[in-house]
């Protein structure tokens, strides 16, 4: 991440980012209804809806972004909230926490917007990450060939099987930018003893 993109997305959090719905996702909630609560780390949490709704849910989270002023946000609507969560400033592949098992990564956006040499360091990190039996809930844009390089190509969708086995995929076009999207589902298998 450079620190012109860096110096971006801080500065669209002056006012709601067009990424910031403040809303959780659907497939969010159908995630808190079937599954039980456990540890989760929210990935370029942005102002924390999602991290808020795990939370409330039970879950144990800890929510990152790049982003001080996003975070400054999330702390706040958390503290609104009456739940606690675990907001940092971090970029995730540079991220060390001290908790190095969850059940649970969530990712609204931060992976498609990845170069594609950090996209192959950000996959080592998720299964590092994730316990054994866990989810990576990954929303993200779909390259076109208007734009290649911003979302998801077959062999980043390729390297992701690699890691981890994909249960579900969701697609859809974003709302906001009109560009192809998906969610995707993927778990990390247990590892034979």
């Given amino acids: 991440m450079t620190i012109w993109r860096k110096f971006f997305y801080n500065l669209a959090y002056l006012h709601r980012p067009p990424w910031d719905s403040g809303e959780v996702p659907p497939q969010v909630e159908e995630f808190l209804r079937t599954h039980p609560p456990g540890r989760a780390l ?3 949490c942005g102002s924390g809806t999602a991290s808020i709704a795990l939370a409330q849910a039970g879950w144990t989270v800890t929510g990152i972004d790049w982003a001080p002023r996003a975070i400054r946000l999330a702390r706040f609507k958390a503290e609104t909230a009456g739940v606690s969560v675990d907001f940092r400033v971090a970029d995730i ?12 990564v969530l990712d609204i956006g931060c992976f498609h917007s990845l170069t594609i040499a950090q996209r192959v360091d950000y996959l080592h990190k998720i299964e590092r ?8 809930l990954l929303y993200a844009f779909l ?4 734009m290649p390089v911003r979302g998801l190509r077959p062999v980043d969708l390729e390297l992701a099987t690699l890691h981890f086995t994909l249960t579900r995929r969701e697609d859809g076009v974003d709302t906001k930018s009109r560009q ?14």
């Fill in 42 to 44: 929210d990935v370029g």
């Fill in 93 to 104: 592949l540079r991220f060390h926490p001290e908790v190095l098992s969850y059940d649970l």
């Fill in 129 to 136: 990450l994730l316990a054994a039996g866990g989810c990576w």
């Fill in 143 to 146: 390259a076109t060939n208007e």
């Fill in 180 to 193: 192809p999207s998906a969610w995707f589902w993927f778990r990390k298998e247990y590892s034979p003893a």
